[in-house]
Nanobody, 131 residues
């Protein structure tokens, strides 16, 4: 059974840090691109960044460059999102999602989200940044 389980969300002050985890079961991480996505209630879900088996990190939002880092540990089938210098506008539910073989490109990601093309999704974890 495929499962993606996010953890590590919570309430943090402006400028703080959090580390999210996405624990994966049911498939091998080294065959999939896995990304982080976020959604504010009432707004569209958006891609944040994504890591593929054999490609550089794909950033979907320029504002997180230099602040957010994605990494993975194939041995424990887990993907991480290190978020530093958090801002109130980063407040959202964060989801991890997987796509076989590679992450969608920046030009593809909105279509992937809108049309349900990512293969697997987690249920999300809430990140709230207070000002």
């Amino acid at each position: 059974q495929v499962q993606l389980v996010e953890s590590g969300g919570g309430l943090v002050q402006d400028g703080g840090s959090l580390r999210l985890s996405c624990a994966i079961s049911g498939f091998r991480l080294d065959y999939y691109g896995v990304g982080w996505f976020r959604q504010v209630p009432g707004k569209e879900r958006e891609g944040v960044l994504c890591i593929s088996p054999n490609a550089p990190t794909e950033y979907y939002i320029d504002s997180v460059k230099g602040r957010f880092t994605i990494s993975k540990d194939n041995a424990v089938n887990t993907v991480y999102l290190q978020m530093n210098v958090l801002k109130p506008e980063d407040t959202a539910v964060y989801y991890c999602a997987a796509e076989f073989f590679a992450c969608p490109t920046k030009s593809e990601v909105d279509d992937f989200i809108l049309n349900g093309k990512m293969d697997h999704w987690g249920k999300g974890t809430l990140v709230a940044v207070s000002s």
